[in-house]
């Protein structure tokens, strides 16, 4: 009891700090160009999102492929610069970051990567591919550096370090690679850790081990996380907010368990049905799913952009109005007309 109601005083503490990560109103618009015949559109890989991040706070962008989380992902670690909006980290608005400012907050934003086996050169040692980020970085003492990394590599239960570091990529099994990046992402002690789809690679019985192991880092070194998934199954063992995104919007937002109990936005509803159920006695059987695709994301369909594969759209409004965010029960945010105040009271 009396760990429960720390844990939600550490909460409503989290709520009450300036956010270490604010969005506002953030578009990454990517310019299509026919070859003799110029401009020829955009690519909306993201459109209008906006949300804060606590430190301390782990968050998960969930969505499936194509819908824009990568591209949230990249603008949020420098590589996108944005079409408009803002990503304001720690005070600074990043757009305004060049040079050794821009290296700087790179330094302290650690990047988790999907496929280790890309992520890791295969042509060096795990000793020469965690050094390098710290010679980068412009530690110049090779004991200071292999002190930092059997540290990190300890964290990362990777031990005795000594045996690992002279090994190559390809002598290490898939979750002993996935330590490894998530160690180089540790090594500049970040403030903020980016894993796009760490776990989604590895076998079934490595990926509790991983995302254990990032729940102890992010609570060892109050780190905040942005854990960016297309499997809900996944979100409630790690997660304390999630975002739903589909075609370039957040179309839901809730702390984890209130959207696992209670999903408010059809598309949510229908991300939960795709998720894969264990129980033997539900092999033979399939749960109703959305029809259709995805919108493009060069010309999405106009209001909500779900609507085309909602059998709640209301004719007139869904399809003309691009909806707001309502908030029909508290901090549980939802971008469906549904849930107008007008269509609660009826």
């Known amino acids: 009891m009396v760990a429960e109601i720390k844990q939600t005083r550490i909460k409503e503490m989290k709520i009450e700090l300036a956010p270490l990560l604010s969005i506002r109103d953030l578009h990454v618009w990517y310019e299509l160009r026919r070859l003799g015949f110029g401009h020829a559109g955009y690519v909306k890989a993201v459109d209008g ?8 706070e782990t968050v998960a962008v969930v969505g499936e492929s194509g819908c824009g989380k990568s591209s949230l992902m ?3 670690l420098g590589l996108n610069v944005p079409t408009s909006g803002e990503v304001v980290f720690d005070g600074r ?23 280790p086996y890309g992520a890791l050169p295969p042509f060096m040692s795990i000793q020469k591919i965690l050094e390098e980020p710290l010679i980068i970085s412009g530690m110049k003492d090779k004991d200071a550096r292999l ?6 590599m300890s964290e990362v239960k990777l031990y005795p370090a000594d045996d690992f570091l002279p090994k190559f990529p390809h002598m290490l099994s898939g979750g002993q690679q996935q330590r490894v990046v998530i160690a180089r992402a540790m090594l500049r002690a970040p403030k903020l850790i980016v894993a796009d789809e760490p776990v989604s690679m590895l076998d079934a019985s490595v990926r509790v081990e991983i995302l254990k192991l990032m729940h102890a880092l992010q609570a060892e070194h109050n780190l905040s996380v942005i854990y960016i998934t297309h499997d809900l199954s996944t979100v409630k ?14 179309v839901e937002k809730a702390e984890t368990r209130r959207l696992l ?10 991300l939960l049905a795709a998720t894969s159920d264990p ?15 995805p919108p493009s994301l060069v010309n999405p369909p106009r209001g909500c952009r779900f609507h085309p594969r909602c059998a709640r759209a209301i004719a007139g409004l869904c399809d003309q109005q691009e909806p707001p965010d ?11 007309w549904l849930y107008r105040p007008e269509e609660q009271e009826q």
């Open 74 to 76: 990249k603008t949020i």
């Open 326 to 336: 309502f908030e029909p029960e508290p901090r549980h945010f939802v971008a469906c």
């Open 147 to 152: 002190e930092r990394i059997r540290k990190v």
């Open 237 to 250: 063992y790690f997660s304390a907010r999630i975002f739903v995104m589909y075609a370039g919007n957040l």
């Open 93 to 115: 608005n990043l757009s305004e970051l060049k040079g050794s400012d821009l290296r700087d907050y790179r330094f302290q934003v650690g990047y988790v990567q999907q496929d």
């Open 279 to 293: 129980d033997a006695r539900n092999a033979e059987s399939f749960k109703e799913v959305p029809p259709g695709e």
């Open 49 to 56: 999102v906006s949300f804060d991040l606590a430190p301390g």
């Open 261 to 270: 109990e209670n999903p408010l936005h059809p598309y949510t509803l229908a």
